[in-house]
């Protein structure tokens, strides 16, 4: 069975803290993809990255970085200097060998000015 | 690029009744998949089209039904509408194959049963 676990369920923090959003996931594929979405308030989901099972090179992009570890089946996501424009609810996904998204619960993310 | 538009964006049905949900993909698109999401379940993948097929399908009762148009646009169905349908339903389009591609979401329509 293929599972994602996003255990905080709401995290808070003063403008421009670094935060990290963890996401552990299980999965008997080889081949698998991993994404990071985001939902602020209006409701649509914004799609931030997409890893494969055989990348596992941590990505940077701007204040946004991931950090995929296969040996802790993990895929953490980390906003360094947060802004309050982050505040959302974000996503980790999983995608495997039966062609469905399986979805973390979300982390509601608040930044606090 | 437009993105993923979904129409209504708001509705209110009530119980028994029957709705048809829209959603035109991104340009260049042609495949559609459809999402519910509800506070109590999270996030679900009800079903996916492809070249007007129905791909790949949720764990969701037969109530719940689709199709995809030549010009990629998909509908969804909801038939008898329970209370428990409430939520917001999702339309998420990608440029061919899902299973590799990233797929990009509309701003979703949010249904309440009544």
């Known amino acids: 069975a293929q599972k994602v676990t996003q255990a905080q369920t709401e995290i808070s923090v003063v403008e421009k803290e670094d935060v990290t959003l963890d996401c552990v996931y299980e999965t008997r594929d080889t081949t698998y993809y991993l994404f990071w979405y985001k939902q602020p308030p209006s409701g649509e989901l914004v799609f931030l990255i997409r890893r494969n099972s055989f990348d596992e090179q941590n990505e940077i992009s701007g204040r946004y970085s991931w950090n995929f570890q296969k040996s802790t089946s993990s895929f953490n996501f980390t906003i360094t200097a947060s802004q309050v424009v982050d505040s959302a609810v974000y996503f980790c996904?999983?995608?495997?060998?039966?062609?469905?998204?399986?979805w973390g619960a979300g982390t509601k993310l608040i930044i606090k000015p | 690029k437009a993105g993923v538009t979904q129409t209504p964006r708001y509705l209110i049905k009530t119980r028994g009744q029957q709705v048809t949900l829209s959603c035109s993909p991104i340009?260049?698109?042609?495949?559609v998949s459809w999402y519910q999401q509800t506070p109590g379940q999270g996030l679900q993948f009800l079903f996916e089209?492809?070249?007007?097929?129905?791909?790949n399908k949720g764990n969701f009762p037969g109530r719940f039904s689709g199709r995809q148009f030549s010009n990629s646009r998909s509908e969804m169905n909801v038939s008898t509408l329970e209370l428990g349908d409430s939520a917001l339903y999702l339309c998420?389009?990608?440029?061919?194959?899902?299973?590799?591609?990233?797929?990009?979401f509309g701003p979703g329509t949010r249904l309440l049963v009544l």
């Open positions: 089209y492809f070249s007007e097929t129905q791909r």
């Open positions: 998420a389009s990608s440029q061919a194959d899902a299973w590799v591609e990233t797929q990009y």
């Open positions: 996904a999983l995608k495997g060998s039966n062609y469905q998204l399986i």
């Open positions: 340009s260049g698109h042609r495949s």
